[in-house]
């Protein structure tokens, strides 16, 4: 039986966003019968200097409480602001100021929600913090509890949730996990939730909508430079090299011959290197190694084994990209070489590489 099932009137700390998924998370774990409470995060305001399209936060807290309300929940306002900037904008900006790409959504997991939430809700006596992720949690043939896909594929988070602790899965719902986000919002629809017609919020984790340019500009010193292709001829001017990530194709104006491709950032030379040939061998991967790599299912576990060698799993290292085939090797503690069984194209460094095996999420890393 899937863990989400068993339950005695556990207290369940809700993630309420604001969002659809939240709030029809939060009707099906009251309809199951478990005592909820539910958490606003307050992660970015309007105040903090950035400039930005549109500050959702206050919209986000209005329809949380909303949510709230309609469903009897008591709602707690937990102000992580600082920390976020911290650990999750500071992170962005500097990995765009060291070249490569990084995923906030990512960091926004590990250090907001799975570390920062999840620590207030066990230090105040709940059971489980529950979210609206599209995840599940299941438990394999030996009974060891295993991060796993959503039942829809295409909406499918746990690329952003490889992060969590194998000791956390025990404490952690997914109750829309078993659920297609066309059903989400029929369900949403069908109980009158009060913000059953709110639009799917885009752009970064908590901050909302941005144009990554001007995001940019305003903390980092972007500096002009010549555009090369492999042989160093000048083709023409780039806007600062943190405007642009392996393989983009978009926004490189540089007159006939096109569409171009960015193959290589050169931070030394501040020149953008491109190609304008989408088969072009300098695009391809085969091996990469990767850090701060976190199990969710350690190896040991997964293969029985106390002595690991390579080992055979499937992975991507973008949202949504497909499955590949490929061996990972221990280079030391929290360190992996990964060999793709076929080259990959336009692997950026500071992306994400997230490991699967059958169903189940079992980790990933940052890659180098």
Not at 50 to 70: G, T, Y
Not at 233 to 255: A, E, W
Not at 276 to 285: K, M, Q, R, S, V
Request: one cysteine or more.
């Amino acid at each position: 039986m899937n863990k989400q099932m068993k339950h005695n009137k556990k207290r369940v700390l809700m993630a309420l966003s604001g969002g659809i998924d939240s709030a029809v998370s939060a009707w099906k774990l009251i309809e199951q019968g478990y005592e909820v409470e539910a958490a606003f995060m307050k992660n970015w305001s309007s105040t903090k200097g950035l400039k930005i399209e549109a500050c959702p936060w206050l919209q986000d807290r209005q329809d949380a409480l909303r949510v709230a309300a309609f469903l009897g929940l008591k709602l707690h306002t937990l102000d992580f602001e600082k920390q976020y900037e911290k650990n999750v904008l500071n992170y962005f900006f500097e990995e765009y100021k060291l070249g490569r790409t990084p995923n906030p959504d990512v960091m926004c997991n590990k250090e907001i929600k799975f570390k920062l939430l999840y620590k207030w809700a066990m230090e105040n006596g709940f059971d489980y913090v529950a979210t609206g992720h599209y995840a599940q949690i299941s438990s394999d043939k030996d009974g060891e509890l295993q991060l796993c896909k959503s039942k829809d594929t295409f909406k499918d988070q746990t690329y952003f949730i490889y992060n969590i602790k194998s000791e956390q899965l025990q404490h952690i719902l997914f109750p829309i996990g078993d659920m297609k986000k066309a059903d989400v919002k029929k369900l949403a629809t069908k109980v009158q939730l009060p913000n059953a017609d709110k639009k799917e919020s885009m752009g970064l984790c908590f901050v909302g909508k941005i144009r990554l340019k001007d995001f940019l500009e305003q903390k980092l010193k972007l500096k002009t430079g010549e555009i090369v292709d492999a042989t160093g001829k000048v083709l023409g001017k780039h806007q600062g090299l943190p405007n642009y990530t392996i393989g983009q194709r978009q926004g490189i104006h540089i007159g006939a011959d096109g569409p171009w491709f960015v193959v290589k950032k050169d931070l030394k030379t501040n020149k953008l290197v491109v190609t304008n040939n989408p088969n072009d061998p300098l695009l391809e991967t085969k091996t990469i190694e990767i850090h701060s790599v976190n199990w969710v299912t350690p190896l040991e576990i997964l293969f029985k084994k106390s002595s690991l060698e390579t080992i055979k799993l499937k992975g991507r290292f973008r949202h949504q990209g497909e499955l590949v085939d490929l061996h990972i090797q221990e280079i030391s503690k929290d360190h992996y070489r990964v060999e793709f069984e076929t080259a990959q194209k336009a692997i950026a460094s500071g992306q994400s590489l997230v490991m699967y095996k059958g169903n189940a999420c079992i980790g990933g890393g940052v890659i180098i």
